[in-house]
């Protein structure tokens, strides 16, 4: 696979410190605090409400429009926990999480403990569970909080959105570089932190916040992990007579002790019901096996991407696969336009050339497909819910000119 030497990236990190420390000034919020949702004080209980009932906020009725935020504001916490992985016993993750919430002030989040959020809320009281709950991976050497125009769209909508740090592959740990031994850990990480979100300490704001139903979504090598555990099959044979002949940088993973057995025995992940890859990687590592993606899939890809050009990624993951699939190939998308790296580091060279240089497609505009697709297509699988279905057919044009949509799925081709 090729990847981008990211070093640039997580100095960059060092330079973005948005305002002083945390505080707990902030008073407004873009979402539930306005005059159209909140309603007096006499208004009576609300089982929705998770303040003290002096603050009862009544909502429109579920579900909102896919084309703007959610009516709730969003809570924010981080916790980590251990687990024993194949390859790394007492492996420690640290969490960060999303989560709706009435608050409309407190203490602003913050992410990767330099980005201060105006209308974010940490460790907010949340609204009652169980919910659905969106899973997102991270880029090679970045932060979970990468792509937060998606996790916290997904939160005001109602949803969880849980992120690890993938220990070992984060800009602390990597000054960068890449690290393809993370490949062997990263499915596990998935499947341990569903394991840790269905059993938190009642003292954590999202305990017990997890539904049963789940989409799983990443970028890049988050991409990957999402395919990872979302059924495909690892091809050992394959990846040996790779890394018999051209010595594929990938082969490094099978060096973890017990990843050969691990991709054997399989990473999926029977509680995904949905996946969303975004500009994913690791088409030599499964080739034919990503037929045995069964759960309805949405590739994101970017026709200009750079970093895992569509040749040789997009394109033959997207041929190998066969079920309820769609695509959405991005005219003037690049790698990071997939993620919040044009807003936060436009300006470096390596960013700009692969997303989000003048000639690429606006960020806004680019977050407004891939949440408003997402999030029709996730609510289709999950509750056959139709509402947007046109989005996903192309019968809704309103996408069709910034990008190609191609689709396996037998239910949305015959709509």
């Keep these: 696979m090729k990847y981008i030497q990211a070093l640039v990236l997580c100095s960059a990190f060092a330079l973005v410190a948005c305002g002083d420390d945390a505080d707990k000034s902030g008073e407004r919020s873009n979402n539930v605090n306005n005059a159209n949702n909140v309603n007096n004080a006499n208004n009576a209980n609300n089982s929705n409400n998770a303040n003290n009932a002096n603050n009862v906020v009544e909502l429109p009725p579920q579900p909102w429009s896919i084309y703007e935020n959610g009516h709730y504001n969003v809570g924010f916490t981080k916790w980590e926990f251990t687990y024993d992985a194949v390859g790394e016993p007492n492996r420690t993750i640290e969490m960060v999480?999303?989560?709706?919430?009435?608050?409309?002030?407190?203490?602003?989040?913050?992410?990767?403990?330099?980005?201060?959020?105006?209308?974010?809320?940490?460790?907010?009281?949340?609204?009652?569970?169980?919910?659905?709950?969106?899973?997102?991976?991270?880029?090679?050497?970045?932060?979970?909080?990468?792509?937060?125009?998606?996790?916290?769209?997904?939160?005001?909508?109602?949803?969880?959105?849980?992120?690890?740090?993938?220990?070992?592959?984060?800009?602390?740990?990597?000054?960068?570089?890449?690290?393809?031994?993370?490949?062997?850990?990263?499915?596990?990480?998935?499947?341990?932190?569903?394991?840790?979100?269905?059993?938190?300490?009642?003292?954590?704001?999202?305990?017990?916040?997890?539904?049963?139903?789940?989409?799983?979504?990443?970028?890049?090598?988050?991409?990957?992990?999402?395919?990872?555990?979302?059924?495909?099959?690892?091809?050992?044979?394959?990846?040996?007579?790779?890394?018999?002949?051209d010595g594929s940088a990938f082969c490094e993973v099978l060096d973890v002790p017990g990843a050969r057995d691990l991709f054997t025995d399989g990473v999926a992940d029977p509680r995904i019901d949905v996946a969303i890859p975004q500009t994913p990687g690791g088409f030599v590592v499964w080739q034919e096996g990503l037929a045995e993606i069964a759960i309805p899939t949405l590739l994101f890809t970017g026709n200009r991407d750079v970093t895992l050009p569509n040749e040789e990624e997009g394109d033959p993951i997207w041929d190998a696969m066969s079920g309820p699939h769609i695509r959405y190939d991005m005219t003037n998308g690049g790698h990071f336009t997939y993620s919040n790296m044009c807003t936060l580091f436009g300006f470096v060279p390596e960013v700009q050339n692969d997303g989000c240089g003048d000639d690429f497609i606006g960020p806004e505009l680019a977050f407004d497909i891939i949440n408003q697709m997402s999030m029709a297509f996730a609510r289709y699988h999950l509750w056959d819910d139709a509402t947007d279905v046109d989005l996903l057919t192309g019968a809704d044009s309103r996408y069709s000119g910034f990008g190609e949509l191609s689709i396996k799925d037998p239910g949305l081709s015959a709509q």
């Design 97 to 245: 999480a999303w989560y709706p919430t009435l608050d409309a002030e407190g203490e602003r989040a913050k992410y990767f403990n330099i980005l201060n959020q105006d209308t974010i809320w940490a460790d907010a009281a949340p609204i009652e569970g169980p919910l659905p709950t969106l899973v997102f991976s991270h880029g090679n050497s970045s932060i979970a909080e990468q792509s937060y125009f998606m996790t916290e769209y997904f939160a005001s909508h109602g949803w969880l959105v849980l992120a690890p740090y993938h220990t070992g592959n984060t800009p602390r740990d990597t000054d960068g570089g890449i690290d393809l031994k993370s490949g062997a850990f990263r499915p596990q990480d998935i499947t341990a932190l569903l394991d840790d979100a269905a059993d938190l300490p009642a003292e954590n704001p999202v305990s017990g916040l997890m539904g049963e139903d789940i989409v799983m979504t990443g970028h890049s090598f988050g991409g990957y992990t999402t395919i990872a555990v979302s059924g495909a099959e690892f091809r050992i044979d394959l990846i040996d007579e790779v890394c018999a002949t």
